[in-house]
Each structure stands twice: as C-alpha cells, then as structure tokens.
C-alpha cells in the first residue's frame, strides 16, 4: 500500500480517537450536571448514549485492525495503531463511569444528597482536565506532558480520600436502615467512579510515553 494510504487512514483513526474522547468527555460532563441538578432526562440521555459509545469503539478497533492487516505498518506505526487500540478501550470504559454516576443520579432521583458533596465537581473537573491532556499528549507525541498529566492523579486520590473519609463519617452516624444510607452509600460509587476515570486516562498518558520511547511503563501505581 502506497505511504500516502496509509497516512490518511492513520490521520482518520486519530481523528476517530479524538471524537471517541469528546463524546466520553460530554458524558462526565452531563452526568455530573444530572446528578447536581437532579436532571433526570439528561441522566437517561448518558446512559442511553453509553451504547453509541460502544459502537463507535468497535468500529474503531475493526479499522485499526484491518490496518495492520492489510498495510504492512512499519515498527513506529505499529506501536501506535496497538496504542490506539488499548485507548479506545479505556475510552469505552471512562463512558461506563459516566454511565455509572448518571444511574446514580436516577437512583437518587429528587434527593439533593449529593450537593452535601461538593468536591465531588471538583474531581470531575480534574479528572476531565486529566482525560483532555493525556488524548492530547497521545496525539502530539508529548511524553513531558503526559507525564505531568500522571502527576495530576495524586490529587484526584486525594479528593477521593477526603469524600470517603467525610461520607463514612455520616454513615456512622446513621442505622442501617434510615433512608439516607443508601444514598450516601451511591456517593461513594460516584466518586469510586471519578477515580477510575483519572486511572484510566493516567492508562492513556502510558500509551503516549509508549509511542515516543518505545517501552511500556506503569506510571504513578494507583493506590486503589
């Protein structure tokens, strides 16, 4: 296959990460805002988008695998096009976080418990920063800056201790059977699932440091 083919279809794969990437972005972000502002058609509009992201993951992974099949990559595009597929992965799953806090936020329902959790935004909007820099870093072959995007998840693990510290402290204080321990207990997903999402876009930046050095390295282990 001429070099010329080749570089189109890479461009559109890449192009295909970055709209996969916006599209899981949107869906923490509307999540979040369903689960703020007890929204529950936008709550449903996350979990019925869940499968688009699916599918568009799986097209994704077939284009990437038709070429490595068909178009001989050399050994540089090849680290990319594996690149690519172990991303697209960790894609699909960010989307099943979002998903997740949205199914939190129906379960909650009318309940404004969540608002007692402030920082829960907070950690949205660093994991989110997270997601952006490490697609970024992967795609301008930055292995500075996503390594300084890895730096970022010691923070998110903070906020995560410092939500579950708080929400055990008002379990405590409940039986087991008042109204409000399974609601406090769902704010413990939801962030559960904020930290997931900055492991698997710290999984992103290891890709990247991956696609410039050639070595496969675990950076900055998460303590959960």
């Keep these: 296959m001429p070099r010329t083919l080749f570089t189109e279809s890479q461009t559109h794969a890449e192009d295909g990460v970055r709209l996969l990437s916006s599209r899981v972005d949107k869906a923490i972000t509307d999540a979040m805002e369903a689960l703020r502002t007890r929204n529950m058609r936008l709550a449903q509009s ?22 490595m099949a068909t178009q001989a990559p050399v050994a540089s595009d090849l680290r990319e096009l594996v690149s690519i597929l172990s991303i697209v992965s960790d894609l699909e799953r960010i989307g099943d976080h979002a998903e997740g806090i949205a199914r939190i936020a129906q379960f909650l329902g009318d309940d404004p418990v969540a608002l007692t959790e402030p920082e829960l935004w907070v950690m949205a909007q660093r994991v989110q920063h997270m997601l952006r820099a490490s697609i970024e870093s992967f795609l301008e072959r930055d292995e500075a800056a996503a ?25 405590a204080g409940l039986p087991h059977d008042a109204q409000e321990f399974d609601a ?21 930046c290891e890709r990247a440091i991956f696609l410039v050095t050639g070595r496969l390295e ?4 998460s303590r959960y």
């Design 184 to 204: 406090y207990t769902h704010l413990l997903w939801a962030s559960h699932n904020l930290e997931r999402i900055g492991d698997r876009a710290t999984n992103i």
């Design 218 to 221: 675990e950076i900055n282990v």
């Design 147 to 171: 390594r300084a995007t890895c730096d970022v998840d010691d923070e998110v693990d903070e906020i995560y201790d410092r939500i579950h510290r708080h929400v055990i402290q008002q379990l």
């Design 46 to 67: 996350v979990v019925e988008g869940d499968a688009e992201v699916n599918q568009q993951r799986y097209a994704l992974e077939e284009e990437v695998l038709q070429m």
